[in-house]
């Protein structure tokens, strides 16, 4: 074999071994949706499947929906000056982008991961299906809190008419009860006075004609 096969086969060795290395063909994954917050915020995570120890860039683009693909990179790994976004890094292969104060042009855009990984000599680079943002529902006006709750119900009016006649009858045979008490006593009072026999009596001579032997005697009780 001569040198300049020998060469040949190193370099086609090389080109081998990297077209088949298992990042060339990873993946990035991402949300296809995602809802806004109440707080006009949104995260969209991006991870990549490359069979690497480390990313060399990562990055977040804004992706026209309209016409053309037209892309705007939010913010870049390294980049401590994005506007109104902010990233953090979960593992090594999972990053977060925090969108903050959206506006309502969000949902006419999409956005879009992409990944830069170095694999020996070469870098490749793969992008992800764009995520499109929702509009959520503020919760935070349906939400009373539990101190703020509203006060029941009041009972209905024909219930309180109810209550208030009940209540007016207790205090009528209350009354009567009474009555017939003190009534009882005081006829049982007076029926045990006239009952009672007099105790210090005085035997008079009652005169109509002249006294006899057989004039009646009249009784005074003092």
């Not at 977060?96 to 969000?106: C, D, R, S, T, V």
């Not at 764009?130 to 024909?158: C, F, I, M, W």
């Amino acid at each position: 074999m001569t040198t300049y096969s020998f060469n040949i086969f190193i370099i086609l060795t090389v080109y081998l071994s990297f077209s088949f290395h298992p990042s060339q063909g990873f993946k990035v994954i991402q949300p296809q949706y995602q809802t806004i917050n109440p707080d006009g915020s949104a995260t969209i995570s991006c991870e990549h499947k490359a069979n690497v120890s480390s990313v060399k860039d990562v990055r977040l683009n804004r992706v026209s929906l309209q016409g053309g693909v037209e892309r705007l990179m939010l913010c870049q790994k390294g980049n401590t000056g994005c506007k109104n976004t902010v990233m953090y890094q979960e593992n090594p292969n999972k990053f977060l982008f925090i969108l903050l104060n959206i506006g309502p042009e969000a949902t006419k855009v999409a956005y879009e991961c992409e990944f830069t990984v170095k694999t020996g000599p070469l870098d490749n680079t793969k992008r992800g299906t764009p995520t499109q943002l929702r509009a959520g529902q503020n919760k935070t006006e349906d939400y009373v809190p539990p101190s703020l709750s509203p006060p029941p119900p009041p009972p209905p009016s024909h219930l309180v008419g109810y209550q208030l006649i009940w209540i007016l009858i207790g205090l009528l045979a209350l009354i009567i009860l009474y009555s017939s008490v003190i009534t009882c006593v005081y006829i049982r009072f007076r029926m045990t006075s006239n009952n009672r026999e007099p105790d210090n009596c005085t035997y008079v001579e009652m005169r109509k004609a002249p006294l006899t032997a057989d004039s009646p005697l009249g009784i005074f009780c003092g």
